[in-house]
Structures are given as C-alpha cells and as structure tokens.
C-alpha cells in the first residue's frame, strides 16, 4: 500500500518555508526529502513534489514512528535510511521533514535495485550515503540552521513592514507639511479643500474622496464618482450624527438598511471638519465592497487632515475680521480728516481712485496699484496736526503759514510709521509734495529719487485741487486744468505720469468740485465698459497689503 502527496494547496507563506527546508536539505545531505503534518502524521505538499509521488508504506510507517522531540535516524535495511527532522515556525513542530539517504555508497546498479525493491521511485544516482551517527548531527545541525534561516527571514520581513511603515509615515508627514505650509489666510478654504483631496487620494487609495461643505452643502469630489453630489449631501445627513464626535469607520455598509440607497459604496470613513464652536464640513473617503478594508491609520491621516483644514478655516474668518476692521479704521481716518475741512470733503478718496487708475495705466502690478490707492486715503493724514486756523483760512496764507502748512507730509509719515502693517504706504504720505525739479518738501527729493507711489498721488493730488473749489477760488476748467499740466511737466510733475492723466481725462469729470458733489469724481465710461465712478474697489485686494503677522 503505498500514499500519495497531497495536492499542492499551500499559502505563500508555507512556500517560503517550504523552499527553506529545501534549501538547507540541498546544502547539508543533497538527498529527497519528504514533508508529513507533524499532528496527522499525513503526507503535504513539499518544495519538491517531483522527488516522489508514490510513497510507500515503510516511508509512511516511518514518519508515523518519529519522534517530535528531537533528530532521529531510522535504518530501514542495509542500504536505505532515513533522517527525520521536526520543524516549525514556531515554539512546536509543524512539521516532519523526511530524508532518504544511503548507509553506505552505492552504485548505479544497486541504487537502481534498491528502488526497485523498496518501491520508492527515485531519479538516477538521487541517494546520497552518509554514516548514520554522523547524519544525526548534521541533522540537528541542520535544524539549527533551519531556525538561524528563519529568525532572518523574520528579521527581514520586519525590516520590509518596518521599511513600508516609514515611507508610508514619510508621505503621511509630507502631505502634513504641505498643507501646513499652504494653510495661509491669503489661500481661500476652497483652494485647500482641493489640494486636499488631490493628495489624500494618492495616499489613502480609496477611489472616492469628497469634502462636503456645511453651510453651502457645496460637494468637492476627487476620483471616482461612486456617488453624485445629492447622494454625498443624503450620507451626511444620515451618517453625520454619529461622525460629529469623531472618525466613523464603517467596512460593512451592507448590514445596514440605509445603504441601499448608496448601493455603490462598500466602505466609507467620514470626519468632521470643526473646531469648538462650528461645523465647517466633511471629509469623506469611499470604497467598494471588493477593495481592502478602511482602518484606523486612514481614519487618523484624515482626523489630522481634517483639523489643518478647520484652522486654516478659523483664521481666514478671523483674518477676514481683522482685515475689515483695520480698512474700516483707515477710511475712517481720511474721513476724518477730511471732515476738517468742508471744501475737502472727500478729497482722499477722490485721489485714491484717480491715482489707482493712473497705477493701472502704467501696468503696475495689482498690488503696486492697491499700495497707492491705500497711500492716496491715508496721504493727507499729517493735516491732523495742522491748526484749523492755518487749514481753513479763506484767503491766501502768509509765509509762516505756508511753512507750517508744509509740515503735514512729515507729520503723516510720523503718525503712520509707527503701524507696521503701512509701511508699505509711507512713501506716497511723505513725499506727495516734493516736485520733479527738486523744489518740493519735505526732503527736496527731485527726479527718479522721488518714490513712483508719490509722484502719482502728486499728480492726482494736484488734479483733485485744481478741478475742486477751494476757499479761496472755483474750481478751474478742463482746459485750464491741462494747460497747467503741461506748463508743469518736468518742473513740478513727472512728465509720463501727467501723459497717463490727461491720457485719462474723459473718465473724470473735470470742472467745480464742493462738498456737495464731492462724491461724483468720475463722469464717463472707463476701458473695461463700466464707469469708473460706479466701479468700487476691491477692499480684498486692498487687505493684501496689510500683513498682520502671527508673532
């Protein structure tokens, strides 16, 4: 009676056990060997099936009788032995390694009788001869290595798992870093949400990632769409109780009734985007049935996610906050000082909006022109220390009073230098008097030396005051108001920048401007086909300037 090899149904992991023993069988005795379950005792499917498939009873008989405590030789007859070995991979053998050996040398004819009468089908010259004390200790030197062979192989699947771990942390910390590094106040909470998803979906593999917004119920979808926008919106609403207290992870939508409704959803995690006081979203990443399940460590890399996200949407509100108040402040400032003045009602704005416009027609950049537009508010500001007595006279002003009235630019420069978040403006506030020749104040700055910023306001400055009443005189005419221009290009005012003015003229309305049309600077249509009166500016934009720093 003779049994035959089992067929081959062995994981991935007995495979690489298997071709071990395989291995150091070759190296130590170079013989077949045959492998038994040690409880059984029946024959498995071995590294080398070919070796044999018919097995006879005496090699069967043999694994049955063999001791799973230690190397043992069994001598079967006077040619013919064989080596039994216990192995496993663990504390207790698994395992019966079999080897066939020889007890003494053989020749071809006699290994071929042997065969034949043991019926034991072996390849040509296969039995190698060893002497029976001498092969049990190369059997327990074998089993030796056998375990040395192992604890390496575990040592180096560690060192793979431990090796996948780290990239896996790596990419984990820079997707971490990159976001950290974008979640400024100055990026909208929409351009994050999308960087978001773009770098999650290469990390996390789940085919559908979506952030949901809570206020808007808007719906960013990267990957797949597993589910449409109104289905995403229908699983928060059923599902976003639960999550409010933290990451749901859910692998088996199946079990619950409500899935039928998102039939094409296996897997899902869910994450609140909130701080303490507000809900501002979701984070969501899904998967079908078939894909490997969602865990702990991509329900973590989405809470982190999640909270970046909530901050970076806490401090754009809070930004946002600031930044209207500081502009509320500074419009409030040129009002008032504006408001001394009755005959200037409005002055600054009016020279604000007119040298912005300027700034655009010499393709300064949006933020040069929003730099301007803000010194064009504030450039007036020194009037503040200015006596009303010496502001408001009707008529012409007497030497010392010019003189102090000269003082305003310095007196601005000095009120405003202390808040750091204008000094970008100061330039334009010091010197929107000097003149193109070097005959201005306060510094006598002449040409190139005088600040851009300042050489426009001074020319919309001079614009404004020409074309408005003042207490001593009407407003002029446009004609009049070109003529002076001309006659003081390069003297007074930097030629280019008067050419971009009167270059402008017909979107401003030039003639008699009081303090009860004071608000009514621009008269006509503007390039972009909306006149520039009615065109507001963007307080945005403006804010861009106003770096509030954190420290």
């Excluded at 994981?11 to 059984?40: G, N, S």
């Excluded at 590294?47 to 405590?69: G, H, M, S, T, Y």
């Excluded at 984990?172 to 590094?181: A, M």
């Excluded at 040129?334 to 005959?343: Q, R």
Aim: a neutral charge; aromatic letters at 6%.
């Amino acid at each position: 009676m003779s049994s035959t090899v089992a067929t081959d149904h062995r994981t991935d992991r007995d495979r690489e056990f298997h071709d071990l023993l395989a291995t150091v069988f070759d190296r130590f005795f170079d013989c077949p060997f045959f492998l038994f379950d040690a409880l059984t005792r029946d024959s498995v499917a071995g590294a080398r099936p070919e070796a044999a498939i018919q097995l006879p009873d005496w090699l069967v008989n043999a694994a049955r009788v063999a001791d799973l405590e230690r190397v043992a030789v069994q001598v079967i007859c006077g040619e013919l032995q064989v080596l039994t070995i216990p192995v496993g991979r663990g504390n207790r053998p698994e395992l019966l390694a079999l080897g066939v050996l020889a007890t003494r040398p053989l020749t071809a004819a006699e290994q071929q009788d042997v065969s034949r009468r043991w019926r034991i089908n072996l390849p040509a010259d296969s039995l190698s001869y060893c002497q029976p004390r001498l092969l049990q200790r190369l059997g327990r030197e074998a089993l030796a290595t056998i375990a040395d062979q192992q604890k390496l192989h575990s040592r180096e699947n560690e060192l793979r798992q431990l090796a996948s771990q780290l990239t896996r942390n790596y990419e984990e910390i820079t997707l971490l870093h990159q976001l950290t590094r974008e979640a400024q106040v100055s990026h909208g909470v929409r351009t994050l949400q999308e960087l978001t998803l773009s770098l999650l979906s290469e990390l996390l593999g789940a085919p559908q990632l979506v952030y949901l917004d809570a206020e808007s119920g808007a719906v960013l979808v990267q990957g797949r769409q597993l589910l449409v926008a109104s289905q995403c919106q229908d699983l928060v609403r059923v599902v976003g109780e639960r999550a409010r207290r933290g990451a749901l992870v859910e692998n088996h939508l199946a079990r619950h009734a409500w899935s039928r409704d998102f039939a094409a959803v296996g897997r899902l995690i869910v994450v609140p985007v909130a701080d303490r006081n507000e809900q501002f979203g979701w984070l969501i990443a899904l998967a079908t049935a078939d894909q490997p399940e969602l865990g702990s460590v991509e329900a973590s890399l989405m809470t982190a996610v999640a909270a970046i996200l909530a901050t970076h949407h806490t401090n754009v509100k809070l930004y946002g906050n600031i930044k209207d108040l500081f502009l509320g402040v500074v419009r409030a400032l040129s009002s008032a000082i504006d408001a001394k003045d009755p005959y200037t009602c409005g002055h600054s704005e009016r020279v604000a909006r007119i040298a912005r416009r300027i700034g655009q027609a010499l393709e300064l950049s949006d933020d040069e022109c929003n730099r301007i537009y803000l010194s064009g508010l504030l450039h007036d500001v020194g009037k503040i220390g200015i006596r009303d007595a010496v502001l408001l006279k009707p008529g012409r002003l007497e030497p010392d009073e010019w003189a102090h009235i000269q003082e305003h630019p310095r007196i601005g420069y000095e009120i405003l230098s202390g808040v750091r978040q204008l000094r970008a403006v100061l330039a334009g506030v010091r010197s929107h008097h000097e003149n193109f020749d070097g005959t201005g104040y306060p510094d006598r700055l002449g040409g190139e030396q005088i600040p851009l910023m300042a050489r426009i306001l001074a020319v919309a400055d001079s614009y404004d005051a020409m074309s408005s009443d003042r207490p001593y005189r009407k407003g002029l005419d446009e004609q009049q108001v070109e003529c002076i221009f001309h006659e003081g290009m390069d003297k007074q005012w930097d030629r280019r920048v008067v050419q971009k003015l009167l270059a402008l003229r017909h979107e401003f309305k030039v003639g008699s401007k009081s303090n009860s049309g004071a608000k009514a600077v621009p008269a006509s249509s503007t390039g972009n086909g909306s006149t520039a009166q009615s065109q507001p500016i963007d307080l945005s934009k403006v804010s861009k300037l106003i770096s509030f720093s954190t420290r």
